[in-house]
């Protein structure tokens, strides 16, 4: 794999930080994770915008321009023989003394940029199965897609365990219950016509797809809900969906508890909503609104 490291590609042997970077030490860096059509990031300013309002609440003297961090990511697929591509956009916090760092925080970030093939769109509505690890809270106020990833990494591997199908995907629920996200993507269902979706106030990720489909929902007139769910909101519900910016929207077919008992099969999955998000969330690509 050839990456973009600091401005320059090279192996990825040759891609190393310093032992003393604070991102490896305390976990101090954030990541954006997207994938490309036609070659260019789709919805580039709202990951610049999600990752650099993390770099200000990290203290991590890092803001580049949208087309400074398009021209790496191309950079990066060129040099990967790619034409499409799943990218992942990393700013680690960069080397400091060991110890917790001064107010002043980090001058000289580590950044990095990689690129893989696109896997195959998934062939099958996920299985989405409720988790009995609970989702921790976020570091701060909001939840930030930081390095700060073992919560995630556990709830896959409670996936695993469980024998779930490839398709699978885990469902987060806070320490009372409520649900919060999946272990990689926001989660969504319709009921009665409304769209429903855990408030950010949950601790989920303010996920970029999630504002997208959101916005794309009221301006169709679709009424939205953002709030506080149990579980059997989810399970009585019409249709759901979850959303990530690499899968773009995916239907759900069945739904788990935590005990593995099925609670529900949508046996129309996508649903008459979801179509219609997915319809008009992959027109704007095709309209190239890539920035």
């Known amino acids: 794999m050839k990456l973009w490291r600091n401005g320059t ?5 040759e891609a190393v930080i310093p032992i003393t970077d604070h991102g490896f030490l305390y976990g101090m860096g954030l990541f954006e994770t997207f994938r490309t059509y036609g070659g260019k990031p789709f919805q580039l300013r ?9 770099c200000e609440e990290l203290r991590i003297a890092y803001a580049p321009s949208a087309e400074d961090v398009a021209r790496a990511v191309d950079e990066t697929i060129r040099a990967n023989g790619l034409h499409d591509a799943y990218v992942r956009w990393s700013v680690s916090a960069g080397s400091a ?11 000289r ?16 509505p996920k299985e989405l199965r409720l988790l009995a690890l609970r989702r921790s809270g976020p570091e701060g106020i909001v939840r930030r897609k930081s390095f700060h990833y073992m919560n995630n990494v556990l709830g896959k591997w409670e996936l695993a365990s469980r024998f779930a199908s490839p398709s699978a995907e885990g469902l987060f629920a806070e320490a009372s219950g409520s649900l919060v996200e999946g272990v990689v993507s926001n989660v ?22 999630r ?27 019409d249709e759901a969906f979850v959303t990530n910016s690499v899968q773009e929207l995916v239907p759900v077919g069945s739904l788990f ?25 992959r027109s704007l690509a095709d309209r190239g609104e890539w920035l």
Not at 9 to 13: G, L, P, Q, Y
Not at 46 to 54: N, Q, S, T
Not at 189 to 201: K, M, R
Not at 257 to 281: F, I
């Open 9 to 13: 590609i090279c192996d990825e042997s």
């Open 46 to 54: 709202r990951h610049i915008e999600r990752l650099l309002a993390g």
């Open 97 to 107: 003394p060991l110890g917790l760092p001064p107010a002043s925080g980090y001058e």
């Open 109 to 124: 970030p580590n950044v990095v940029i990689m690129a893989k093939p696109l896997g195959p769109p998934p062939a099958a």
């Open 188 to 209: 969504f269902w319709a009921t009665g016509g409304t769209l429903y979706t855990p408030s950010v106030d949950t601790g989920c990720l303010p996920g970029v797809t």
């Open 211 to 237: 504002d997208v489909v959101l916005e794309l929902a009221r301006a169709a007139g679709i009424p939205v809900e953002e709030g506080w769910y149990g579980f059997e909101a989810l399970a009585e519900a």
């Open 257 to 281: 508890d935590d005990a593995d008992a099925v609670r529900r099969r949508w046996d129309e999955a996508p649903g008459p909503m979801t179509k219609r998000l997915q319809s008009a969330y």
